[in-house]
């Protein structure tokens, strides 16, 4: 049985995100902001299905996010590479507690084993998660062969970007809580497929 959750909502149901939704800014322009983000998120939450749909999130340290598509080392004999063989579809999350900032991507996922790929990205902590087997293959190296790469390419990302300081944005929420009036301290910017390959593709010529 459905239920119709959108009965008798008013004209503007949602006038928060109309207030802080921003659609005039350029691709460049929202590309710039998302990396100011990106800066400061050192971990990221990747987001799978399983068979049975369920979604399964766990955090992942970003090793990558040159050209917007973002890589992560991974083991590829973990749960999660069997999800994305099975369903490419994912979403990566990132959020900076320190201003509210928040990221979250649409996209699909490959999985690439490629050593020189991996070698790019690898980092010596890396190797705590891989035990070393004394067999000298499964060495918790860069060579080693459960060593692969997650890269997500996305078809759309939206963040939120704070425009206004702690103080402000306090201030503003006390403001509305007794106006009745919204307000928005900062701003919902989207990055649509178009736009990334845009950008992408001047980077490139």
Known sequence: MSTQVHQNLPENPDPYTEKASN???NPQQKIDGLKEILKVTTYGMLT???AQGHLHSRAMAL???ASLHF???TNLASHKVEELNADSNVNVSFFD???TNWVSVAGTAKIVSDKEV???LWHPSVAAYFDDKKDGVHTGSADDPRVGVIEVTPDEIQYWYVTKGKVSRAVGAAAG???GHTTAPGELRLITREEIQLVEGLHKA
Do not use: M, Y
């Open 118 to 120: 991996v070698k790019k």
């Open 23 to 25: 659609n005039d800014l």
């Open 48 to 50: 799978t299905r399983n």
């Open 97 to 99: 507690p320190s201003t």
């Open 63 to 65: 090793g990558s996010h």
């Open 71 to 73: 890589s992560f080392l």
């Open 177 to 179: 809580a007794v106006t």
